[in-house]
């Protein structure tokens, strides 16, 4: 702690805080002690990282019915054009809406109660979704393109609650590692569908020309869709079984007059402005929008490149673009979860290091000119070399999102008052959307480049 204190002393404006202790007083100082070294529970962690699989997994499933959706909308020009711009316009709009009027409303919050909602609401959607795969497979376009907008609608409600709830409760245990496991969680929510989705394009055989795509589409969207139910409502039971948990113990502690853990599921929320969050968590508030922002950028030139391999009669699937691009996207999310996991080596944490997790979020945009040195469009790479696309570009830039994006979430308990934490921990989730939403925008101007 003192190699800690001598390292951010030259910044006193942004010293990590911790509750004064009066010597004299045995209760306070008892209750110093029992904040400072809460337990770690391998219980807590594993249904946070639950919670951080079915975070992401939902709206990875999405993605993964994409050729359910234009097979659905395939006979409507307009809408198999737009059916995509549309659910990215309508999700980051109402995520960001959602999560700025939630990091709002503080005083008497109950963040549990938000999780739940959330988690309730997924499980609505998702099953609607599912039984919609048999239920209304005749129905017009416009009708099912309105059902879908509403379905969305109804899952980026359900994110921003979720993310506003998650990130403020678990700030309140004190413990970095509950957040890392949050966002390990949604290191391995972006790693299985790519690896499912290249499976089952390699399973099926090639299409001779002129062949028609078979009409099975329906039968994988049900099965995707159902999943992101069966996996909400384990996250559900998991998280109220961990509340009552928490509450027991709270009370417990509450009748030994030993409870400052920063939880209570009961006590009113104290209410802290925005605007006082962002001057505590400027450098990191400022960090993970950046990284975020950058990051939206990998989508379009992912979906763009091409295998340096020209097309041969006896080249690897592997190198079809079909097959291609979520491999790409694989080799990113998994450079992403590794990052999230470099977190808990304790020498390669950046925590309590903000203006350097801000110094880096600036630097990662130098990935951006090495995706223009790859073979975009078919178009020919200047660098022509796969292995420099997959290793270099996209499992480093995937490794340093969840590094500094995990750094960011976890640290920012370290920099304000336990009372604090909640308000914090939903103002860094406010800004992780705000950077979602920023690079989405940012993201058309790169694509049309």
């Not at 994988?220 to 113990?249: D, E, G, M, N």
């Not at 920099?415 to 993201?443: H, I, N, Y």
Request: proline content about 5%; aromatic content about 14%.
């Amino acid at each position: 702690m003192n190699r800690i204190r001598r390292l951010i002393s030259p910044r006193p404006t942004y010293e990590a805080i911790e509750q004064p202790v009066d010597p004299d007083d045995e209760s306070t100082h008892s209750s110093h002690q029992h904040r400072k070294h809460a337990p770690f529970s391998k219980y807590e962690y594993a249904v946070f990282f639950l919670l951080g699989v079915s975070m992401l997994w939902a709206w990875n499933m999405f993605l993964a019915a994409a050729p359910y959706f234009y097979h659905r909308f395939h006979s409507d020009d307009w809408a198999a054009t737009h059916y995509q711009p549309s659910i990215l316009s309508v999700s980051t709009v109402t995520n960001l809406g959602s999560s700025f009027i939630l990091a709002k409303l503080q005083k008497g919050a109950s963040y549990p109660k938000r999780v739940t909602i959330s988690l309730l609401i997924n499980i609505v959607v998702f099953t609607l979704l599912a039984f919609s795969t048999i239920l209304m497979k005749d129905v017009a376009v416009g009708t099912y393109f309105a059902f879908l907008m509403f379905m969305v609608f109804g899952a980026s409600l359900a994110t921003g609650i979720n993310q506003n709830g998650v990130y403020a409760y678990v700030s309140g245990f004190g413990r970095e590692e509950y957040t890392q496991a949050i966002m390990g969680g949604q290191g391995v929510a972006g790693v299985l569908p790519c690896i499912v989705q290249i499976l089952s394009v390699i399973s099926v055989p090639s299409k001779k020309e002129g062949q028609a795509a078979p009409p099975e589409f329906s039968k994988s969207a049900f099965a995707y869709f159902i999943t992101a139910t069966a996996v909400s409502s384990f996250a559900l039971l998991a998280f109220l079984s961990l509340v009552k948990r928490r509450s027991a113990t709270t009370l417990s502690d509450a009748t030994d007059d030993h409870s400052d853990s920063g939880v209570s599921e009961n006590d009113p929320s104290k209410t802290v402005s925005l605007w006082t969050l962002f001057k505590k968590l400027r450098f990191m508030a400022t960090a993970i929008f950046l990284c975020f922002t950058i990051t939206m950028t990998f989508p379009v030139f992912t979906a763009e490149i091409e295998s340096v391999h020209a097309p041969t009669p006896n080249r690897s699937r592997l190198f079809d673009q079909a097959v291609f691009v979520p491999l790409a996207f694989f080799f990113w999310n998994a450079g992403d979860l590794l990052g999230r996991m470099l977190v808990l080596v304790p020498r390669l944490s950046l925590v309590h290091r903000p203006l350097a997790l801000f110094l880096f979020s600036i630097a990662r945009a130098g990935f951006i000119p090495l995706y223009l040195l790859c073979n975009i469009r078919g178009r020919g790479a200047v660098v022509e070399s796969d292995f420099f696309y997959l290793f270099v570009v996209q499992l480093l830039f995937g490794i340093s999102n969840g590094y500094l994006g995990s750094n960011c979430m976890m640290g920012a308990g370290q920099w304000v008052s336990p009372e604090e934490r909640e308000p914090a921990g939903g103002f860094m989730a406010l800004m992780l959307v705000g950077g979602l939403t920023a690079g989405s925008l940012m993201s058309f101007l790169v694509a049309g480049a």
